[in-house]
């Protein structure tokens, strides 16, 4: 069975670094190589935002509100994409997901919460 396990979330103060991780399980490494990746985020009551994606071949889009700020990579190798969080704000607090998408079907991560407060 795919499983996406999220990590690296915690607490920060604004202006603040993070780096989350995504680790696949359960498909080998090719399957994961053709797999686009992406991180999303849910604020309390707010919806799932797109954050940014990169593709099994490289290309690689983000979101309007983290442009800039945040960095998206992928290490095959390992299985894992990750997220570079960079000059932190408040409004950046949410659950942060992982998703994986292949042959048109989306499999999702549990989520890990980042918090950014003084």
């Known amino acids: 069975q795919v499983q996406l396990v999220e990590s690296g979330g915690g607490s920060v103060q604004p202006g603040g670094s993070l780096r989350l991780s995504c680790k696949a399980s359960?498909?080998?490494?090719?399957?994961?190589?053709?797999?686009?990746m992406g991180w999303y985020r849910e604020g309390a009551g707010s919806e799932r935002e797109f954050i940014a994606e990169i593709s099994s071949g490289g290309g690689i889009k983000y979101g309007d509100s983290v442009k800039d700020r945040f960095t998206i990579t992928k290490d095959n190798s390992r299985k894992s994409i990750y997220l570079q969080m960079n000059g932190l704000k408040p409004e950046d607090t949410a659950v942060y997901f992982c998703k994986r998408r292949t042959g048109g079907t989306d499999y999702w991560g549990k989520g890990i919460l980042v918090t950014v407060s003084s």
């Open positions: 359960g498909i080998i490494t090719s399957t994961f190589w053709a797999s686009d």
